[in-house]
């Protein structure tokens, strides 16, 4: 079964920078639009970032649009999301999904999206 493997969270004090990195074993990753979500504690999952398959779109929420950039290396298999200025409220557990409807990006829609690993917790505390 096909899922995806998140990796690179930590903790952080506000301001600092993590960059966060996806793989997904057995899926070949240029075939997808690759989302990354977030959920914090009581709140619902929501989309951060979004790389498309079909080009070099992407999408950004308005709260890490200028800090978060999302990337992908097919060859690698790799997606990844380099989040700087790093803020309390970007604490959450981070997901990578593959967008099983759509090839281009737009605002990400959680029912179109699969493969959900397990996450990496980003803790941002002073």
């Known amino acids: 079964q096909v899922q995806f493997v998140e990796s690179g969270g930590g903790l952080a004090q506000p301001g600092d920078s993590l960059r966060l990195s996806c793989v997904a074993p057995?899926?070949?990753?240029?075939?997808?639009?690759i989302g990354w979500f977030r959920q914090a504690p009581g709140k619902e999952r929501e989309g951060v970032s979004c790389?498309?398959?079909?080009?070099?779109?992407?999408y950004y929420a308005d709260s890490v649009k200028g800090r978060f950039t999302i990337s992908r290396d097919n060859a690698r298999g790799t997606v990844y999301l380099q989040m700087n200025s790093l803020r309390p409220e970007d604490t959450a557990v981070y997901y990578c999904?593959?967008?099983?409807?759509?090839?281009?990006?737009?605002?990400?829609?959680?029912?179109?999206?699969?493969?959900w690993g397990q996450g990496t917790q980003v803790t941002v505390a002073s």
């Open positions: 790389t498309s398959a079909a080009d070099s779109t992407t």
């Open positions: 999904a593959a967008n099983l409807m759509r090839r281009l990006c737009q605002r990400p829609r959680i029912y179109e999206y699969d493969y």
């Open positions: 057995g899926l070949t990753l240029g075939d997808y639009a």
